[in-house]
């Protein structure tokens, strides 16, 4: 089974505690686990917020988050957009929404065959009855 981690998770992996359940479903996990481009660019934009004092830090992090996962970053290409267009639609059905970035992530594990890894299964619930698996580390 692999992973597609929800910014969440890199965050949590980010700041300076992590539970540690999380460090070792991260650790078993590891080789599992991608990261989307989404995910980098919620990352990026988060970080002129950050107050100065934690700034630098936050930014190293976020850079090494970025190498480490080099050879494991999903794209958004066209089949993954299709698939966005897809569950936009099916969710549309059902009378139902997602941010732009949760539908994102989630067309992005249901093209890939990923489970999405999220602390907040509740975000991607709608798009669990179109065929996505979700797992909270935490649970």
């Known amino acids: 089974m692999s992973f597609l981690l929800d910014t969440d998770i890199v965050s949590a992996y980010n700041k300076r505690s992590m539970p540690s359940k999380l460090r ?3 650790t078993v996990n590891e080789g ?5 481009l989404v995910s980098i660019a919620e990352m990026r934009f988060g970080l002129p917020g950050v107050e100065d004092k934690d700034h630098a830090v936050l930014a190293e992090r976020v850079a090494r988050t970025e190498i480490l996962f080099i050879e494991s970053i999903e794209g958004l290409d066209v089949d993954v957009l ?3 267009k897809k569950l936009l639609a099916k969710l549309k059905t059902i009378n139902r929404t997602m941010t732009c970035e949760d539908s994102l992530l989630a067309a992005t594990a249901l093209k890939r065959q990923h489970t999405m890894a999220t602390l907040n299964t509740r975000h991607f619930a709608p798009a669990v009855q179109f065929g996505l698996k979700v797992e909270n580390p935490l649970d």
């Open 24 to 26: 070792r479903w991260l």
């Open 82 to 84: 299709v698939e966005w």
């Open 32 to 36: 599992d686990s991608f990261l989307s």
